[in-house]
């Protein structure tokens, strides 16, 4: 039972070394000298990793608003008096609120990962590379799926 909860962490391990960097990963970072001295952690890094959790949960936050705000003021009528169906209002709500959902778990990840490197005092490299054009990509990908169901409802 130890051996396989230790294969699951070397993995995981494996998998956020890969993504996120260290001496085996990142070019380059094979050529910098151990420390002998804990690694300095300004104060104000605390407060910028506080700073973009706040950003990202903004964010997340405005679109649930919006997905919020489109069932509040879509009605119950199906009537033709409107631009866009309320079938089509519930699609772009089915895909806004998980994508409102991801950000926020995404955010508070990214928080728990730093701050857990800033306790520790470890050396790492705290630029996340993959999350947020993965992030800007889905966002965008929902933008253009809703234009298009929206267009598509609205001319036929």
């Excluded at 294969?7 to 151990?34: S, V």
């Excluded at 997340?60 to 209002?89: C, N, Q, W, Y």
């Excluded at 490299?125 to 253009?144: E, M, Q, R």
Aim: proline fraction near 3%; include cysteine.
């Amino acid at each position: 039972m130890a051996s396989s909860q230790n294969t699951g962490r070397n993995a995981t391990n494996h998998l956020f070394d890969r993504l996120y960097g260290t001496k085996q990963f990142t070019a380059g970072a094979e050529l910098q000298l151990p420390r002998k001295v804990p690694m300095r952690v300004e104060p104000k890094s605390y407060f910028a990793n506080e700073r973009t959790f706040l950003s990202w949960m903004g964010m997340a936050i405005t679109l649930g608003g919006v997905s919020s705000a489109l069932i509040g003021f879509s009605g119950d009528d199906d009537s033709t008096d409107h631009l866009i169906s309320k079938r089509t209002i519930d699609i772009i709500t089915c895909i806004y609120s998980p994508l409102s959902i991801l950000i926020m778990c995404y955010a508070l990840f990214t928080y728990e990962w730093r701050s857990k490197f800033m306790r520790t005092k470890q050396i790492g490299f705290f630029d996340d590379k993959v999350g947020p054009i993965t992030v800007a990509v889905l966002v965008l990908l929902t933008l253009i799926t809703i234009f298009v169901i929206a267009l598509i409802d609205y001319l036929f």
